[in-house]
């Protein structure tokens, strides 16, 4: 079957939510503006599932127009019952750095009481860039959730403010292996003495990726 504009409109405008989802994935083999200007209606479909595939594509489609990107972004971060499509929202304005959507995230981060949204705003925040996104980093690695705490981690490591280190080296003796991976990831991102001397304690750590790792980012700063 050859994959046209024609015949993917055709499977997005199905009953069949089957369909939709078909024509969502054959939007990856048209051209970007074309697959752009289809993909939109579908952000607000009815079955969540293909609400979900539309707007975890909008991290590369989006490029396209970014500034409509971001209003139909945030209108699914406020707006949709699902936290799956809330938190692909979150996940779309991170890997497209729209800055200008910080805000909504920080506001949807303390109103919502659903962890896969928090967890989803926390890691976009690394991908964002945005210094403001410090201190909000700050409260969820000071969570009782172990996984905000991880992606907080990751996300403080990407951000690349020096702030962060002595705020993360305690957390070289937490019991999570894959806390401390991620602790060691974002020690080699920061540098700085009082990281490398963290790295240092981590090269013997009980686990061997987290050893290796360590030793990695060490050659790396040194």
Do not use: C
Not at 56 to 83: A, I, V, Y
Not at 162 to 189: C, H, I, K, M, S
């Amino acid at each position: 079957m050859t994959i046209t504009p024609e015949s993917v409109k055709q499977l997005l405008s199905s009953d069949e939510f089957s369909d939709r989802i078909r024509g969502l994935n054959h939007l990856r083999n048209i051209e970007p503006p074309i697959a752009f200007e289809l993909i939109q209606p579908l952000v607000k479909d009815k079955n969540t599932r293909v609400r979900y595939a539309a707007v975890s594509q909008f991290d590369t489609l989006g490029t396209e127009d970014l500034t409509l990107s971001l209003t139909l972004l945030r209108d699914r971060l406020f707006n949709d019952p699902e936290p799956d499509v809330q938190a692909a929202a979150a996940d779309a304005i991170g890997g497209l750095k729209l800055t200008e959507g910080f805000d909504d995230l920080k506001k949807v981060y303390h109103q919502t009481s659903e962890w896969l949204v928090q967890f989803s705003i926390i890691a976009a925040l690394g991908e964002l860039g945005e210094p403001r996104g410090f201190d909000l980093l700050i409260e969820a690695l000071q969570s009782d959730n172990n996984l905000l705490q991880t992606a907080a981690v990751g996300a403080l490591g990407e951000l690349g403010d020096n702030r962060a280190v002595t705020l993360l080296t305690p957390f070289a003796n937490n019991e999570d292996w894959q806390l401390r991976y991620r602790l060691v990831q974002a020690l080699g991102r920061l540098g700085g003495a009082e990281a490398i001397a963290t790295l240092q304690q981590l090269v013997n750590d009980d686990v061997e990726q987290i050893a290796q790792e360590a030793t990695n980012n060490l050659q790396h700063l040194s």
